[in-house]
């Protein structure tokens, strides 16, 4: 099941453009949404140079499940809307070694945060957008 959490506080927000719009919504219907190459297979995050109208490139769901690749705990309140700590992190996709994002660890104490911490993708709602964040999958 995936955690639909409501916002709250406002996130700066990156534009939507067609390689990232499934990104940004794909948690209305609470699926991990990125795009791929249809010939190999490789998936394609970030989506830097993605061109929408390369044939060879689809949006496709995937698990939305990972493991914490590296981390950090950020103690400084750099938006006051923000309270710290909260954690940063690289999380990698089970379907592809180098398929990384970005990423809050959330519903986790900072402290149990660790490098192999399985996750499992949940949605941050900021309407009309959905931010992906990641919680532990235990």
Request: glycine content about 6%; charged content about 15%; overall charge negative.
């Amino acid at each position: 099941m995936v955690t639909l959490i409501p916002a709250a506080a406002p996130r700066i927000l990156a534009r939507e453009s067609f390689a990232t719009q499934a990104y940004w919504t794909s948690g209305r219907s609470g699926v991990l949404h990125l795009a791929r190459s249809k010939a190999s297979g490789r998936w394609l995050h970030p989506f830097w140079n993605i061109d929408e109208s390369d044939p060879d490139v689809e949006i496709a769901p995937v698990s939305g499940r990972g493991t914490v690749f590296t981390y950090t705990v950020n103690c400084h309140a750099y938006n006051p809307q923000v309270p710290p700590p909260y954690v940063i992190a690289i999380v990698e996709l089970v379907e592809q070694s180098d398929l990384r994002i970005v990423t809050n660890i959330v519903n986790c104490a900072p402290d149990a945060v660790g490098i192999g911490l399985p996750v499992r993708v949940a949605f941050e709602h900021h309407d009309p957008l959905y931010v992906p964040v990641f919680e532990p999958d235990l």
